[in-house]
């Protein structure tokens, strides 16, 4: 039970993180020096933003949330209550990703593009993303791989999961074989998340 709260928290999670931080992320990169939305002051509001919320360890920020969550989805405890930190612990992390991403699409086939007359979005949807691809996938699989260990971290403030069964059982009750047992699920859960992310790399990669 505790490994399908685990991998619910984790699929609701890793979802609202790429659905926000994607967005970011190439607003981050279109708004940079030198891009198509050139903005200094919005990309150095956003980056300030983007880089406080990263620099907060995500323990410390869970904590700050609590009233936040509580607001939005009415309790603190269980799956419910660790998916909104999780969003933002996880999502400014995915957008920096993203935005590195995007800087390593050849600066010429924008320009191509833009000389065909591609409207900005469709150089965004039809050059930029589809680029991209291959560093895209390898950012939502260390973004999830990250947030499996926040999962974890999540059982100190009653998230449920098997991070909430190993501090009750494993670390409170001194259960030493829970504790053992919830981080060889932990190790399997990433070790099969990176293998299929490196395999729809390779799958998507042109080289």
């Given at each position: 039970?505790?490994?399908i709260?685990?991998l619910?928290?984790?699929?609701?999670?890793?979802?609202?993180?790429v659905?926000?931080?994607?967005p970011?992320?190439?607003?981050?990169f279109l708004?940079?020096?030198g891009?198509l939305?050139?903005?200094?002051?919005?990309?150095?509001t956003?980056?300030?933003?983007?880089?406080?919320?990263r620099?907060?360890p995500f323990?410390?920020l869970?904590?700050l949330?609590?009233?936040f969550?509580?607001?939005?989805?009415?309790?603190s405890?269980?799956?419910?209550?660790s998916i909104?930190?999780?969003v933002?612990?996880?999502?400014?992390?995915?957008?920096?990703?993203?935005?590195t991403?995007?800087?390593?699409?050849d600066?010429?086939?924008?320009?191509?593009?833009q000389?065909?007359?591609a409207?900005?979005w469709q150089i965004?949807?039809r050059?930029?993303?589809p680029?991209?691809?291959?560093?895209?996938?390898a950012?939502?699989?260390?973004?999830?791989v990250a947030?499996?260990s926040?999962?974890?971290?999540?059982?100190?403030?009653g998230?449920?999961?098997?991070?909430?069964?190993?501090i009750?059982?494993?670390?409170?009750?001194?259960?030493t074989d829970?504790?053992l047992?919830?981080?060889?699920i932990l190790?399997?859960?990433v070790?099969?998340?990176?293998?299929i992310?490196d395999?729809?790399?390779?799958r998507?990669?042109?080289?």
């Open positions: 039970m505790a490994t709260d685990t619910i928290m984790l699929g609701l999670s890793a979802l609202f993180t659905i926000i931080g994607l970011v992320g190439v607003l981050l708004t940079s020096k891009q939305l050139e903005n200094r002051l919005f990309y150095a956003a980056s300030f933003v983007v880089n406080i919320l620099s907060v323990i410390i869970m904590i949330l609590i009233p969550t509580k607001l939005i989805v009415g309790t405890l269980g799956i419910q209550g909104p930190p999780l933002i612990g996880a999502a400014p992390f995915f957008a920096r990703l993203v935005e991403s995007l800087r390593e699409v600066k010429g086939v924008i320009e191509a593009a000389s065909m007359g409207t900005h965004i949807s050059v930029l993303l680029e991209s691809r291959p560093g895209l996938i950012g939502i699989t260390i973004t999830t947030l499996v926040y999962t974890a971290m999540s059982g100190v403030i998230g449920g999961g098997l991070g909430d069964l190993a009750r059982y494993g670390y409170q009750r001194f259960q829970v504790m047992v919830t981080v060889a190790i399997v859960l070790q099969i998340l990176q293998s992310g395999w729809l790399v390779l998507f990669s042109r080289k």
